[in-house]
């Protein structure tokens, strides 16, 4: 399999601007999960679905962030109006769940953005 | 509340020796799992072993290995006959059922391996 798949892998644009982040998870996952890296605050979950229906989206910072999963194979992180603190690299994995505890996430190669 | 701590924020092992990285964790949810993921400066992230809650031995995964010490909610990971390659971020992470799915990662260690 090719691993769960990220784009873009680098995103520049300007404050303001709509940004949309583009994942594919490793077929046959019934998880997918969005994260955001910082150097200040680490590894932070925003939000995950299984089979497709969002099921906790607690760490989605604000309005101006918006996540879809329209079927198994491909999900968007959406930031509309982008700012300059929402610059991060952001993480989509994916799972099966073997056990409520084994539940492995596999993650993408990430895209990093920086809003200017 | 779910907490990891990983007490070394960087570490410095020679190669081909063997390096312990320490994780520390706080659940009060008797099933939960426990993980490592490697960083390495390429920014990806990954998986390197898993060990259960009620899992009777230690997670082995080739060099790596989990010492598991369940009374003292530790899971430090051990890679022995460490290698240039092993130089990265090492992040520990922990799943109970009280969160559902939501992973809670440490800080992180970050680890040279010299020459």
């Known amino acids: 399999d090719a691993g769960v798949i990220q784009s873009p892998r680098h995103e520049v644009t300007e404050m303001g601007q709509e940004v949309t982040l583009r994942c594919k998870p490793i077929?046959?996952?019934?998880?997918l999960f969005w994260y955001r890296q910082t150097m200040m605050r680490g590894l932070e979950l925003l939000i995950y679905f299984n089979n497709n229906v969002p099921i906790d989206d607690s760490g989605m910072p604000e309005d101006r962030f918006s996540a879809k999963m329209p079927n198994a194979s491909f999900s968007t992180l959406k930031i509309q109006p982008s700012e300059p603190r929402d610059s991060a690299v952001y993480f989509c994995?994916?799972?099966?769940?073997?056990?409520?505890?084994?539940?492995?996430?596999?993650f993408g190669a990430g895209t990093r953005l920086s809003v200017l | 509340a779910q907490k990891i701590t990983q007490t070394q924020p960087g570490m410095f092992v020679q190669e081909k020796e063997a390096v312990t990285l320490d994780c520390t964790y706080d659940?009060?949810?008797?099933?939960?799992?426990l993980f490592w993921y490697k960083q390495p400066s390429s920014g990806e992230m990954i998986f390197l072993i898993y060990q259960g809650s009620y899992d009777q031995q230690n997670a082995t995964e080739g060099r790596y290995s989990l010492n598991f010490q369940k009374a003292r909610k530790s899971a430090n990971l051990v890679i022995s006959a460490s290698q240039l390659g092993d130089s990265a971020m090492y992040f520990c992470a922990m799943r109970d059922n009280n969160y559902g799915q939501n992973f809670v990662f440490g800080p992180g260690t970050r680890l040279s391996v010299l020459p």
């Open positions: 077929s046959g996952h019934d998880y």
């Open positions: 659940t009060s949810d008797p099933s939960y799992g």
């Open positions: 994995a994916s799972s099966l769940a073997l056990s409520k505890a084994k539940n492995i996430q596999y």
